[in-house]
Each structure stands twice: as C-alpha cells, then as structure tokens.
C-alpha cells in the first residue's frame, strides 16, 4: 500500500525546467511541503520519490492526516 501510494503521488508531480540551466524543479500540489530539484529530470524523479517516502513517515509519526491519492489511505486509524 505504501508503495502504490508513494507511486500514486509521483504521477501527480509537476516538473518545470529551471533558468539557465540550473536543473529541474518538482512538486506536488497536493502534498504540502512536498518539492525536489536536481540536475536531470531522472534525478529529480528520484529525490521526489524519497522526499514523498520521508514526508508520510513523519507525518503519520507527527499524527498528521495524510491526504488520501487514487484512493489510498495511509492515515493510522485508532483501534479500540
């Protein structure tokens, strides 16, 4: 489930082609907080892909509600 999350919000990123060639920027209008820049595209892809991974630890870790992407709902639920 974690990783068909983390691979949901991937496919929401927007890339955008930085100035004078100062690489690439990434962010997901969904997810707060949540942006990536690198030299290459691939490389910007990457840092995404771990910048989602470690957002949603700390988040569910903070107790803060993770926004639910195609469906997929990570929030912790309380068990009584």
């Not at 927007?14 to 990434?26: A, V």
Request: net charge negative.
């Amino acid at each position: 489930m974690f990783t068909a999350y983390v691979n949901a919000a991937l496919k929401k990123a927007h890339y955008e082609i930085l100035p004078n060639g100062e690489g690439y920027f990434g962010k997901i209008k969904d997810l707060q907080g949540v942006w990536a820049n690198a030299d290459s595209l691939e490389a910007c892809r990457e840092e995404m892909k771990e910048v989602i991974e470690e957002w949603i630890l700390l988040g569910i870790k903070m107790g803060h509600t993770i926004p639910i992407i195609n469906g997929i709902d990570l929030n912790v639920k309380e068990v009584v």
